[in-house]
């Protein structure tokens, strides 16, 4: 794995843990679509290894059918989950600092512009 992709990764984690701690988001909604788009990872692939970063022990089955069907990496899931960490603290922190009804915005914007990428501009 190059360096390049380990930061990938990592930047991958911090930005989903900050929106995690910021306005709720995280696994479906920013790692899928950015291991499928950015890492170019199936969409199986990317939702196992979602799984195996935010599920476990909650949705360990899960997790095991996802791993013997070869669909989670686990060395992608280590590093995502060490920027989670991180990005999910400083997501918090700025969370607690924004008045509610302008945090309810955040949240709508970023659903919209998700939306609108899947929706617009699915290869």
Do not use: C, W
């Not at 360096?3 to 995690?20: E, F, K, P, R």
């Not at 990496?73 to 400083?90: C, E, H, M, Q």
């Not at 607690?96 to 617009?120: C, D, M, Q, R, Y």
Request: aromatic share 8%; charged share 10%.
């Amino acid at each position: 794995m190059s360096v390049q992709t380990i930061l990938l990764l990592l930047i991958v984690g911090v930005v989903a843990g900050m929106l995690s701690g910021l306005v709720g988001l995280g696994g479906g909604v920013i790692i899928v679509p950015a291991l499928v788009y950015l890492m170019g990872f199936s969409q199986h692939r990317a939702t196992g290894t979602s799984l195996g970063i935010l599920l476990l022990p909650a949705g360990i089955f899960a997790v095991m059918n996802y791993y013997k069907k070869g669909f989670i990496d686990i060395r992608v899931v280590l590093l995502i989950f060490a920027g989670f960490l991180l990005g999910g603290y400083l997501g918090s922190k700025i969370s607690l600092n924004i008045p509610e009804g302008a945090l309810k915005k955040v949240f709508a914007v970023v659903l919209l512009l998700i939306a609108g990428k899947v929706l617009f501009l699915d290869k």
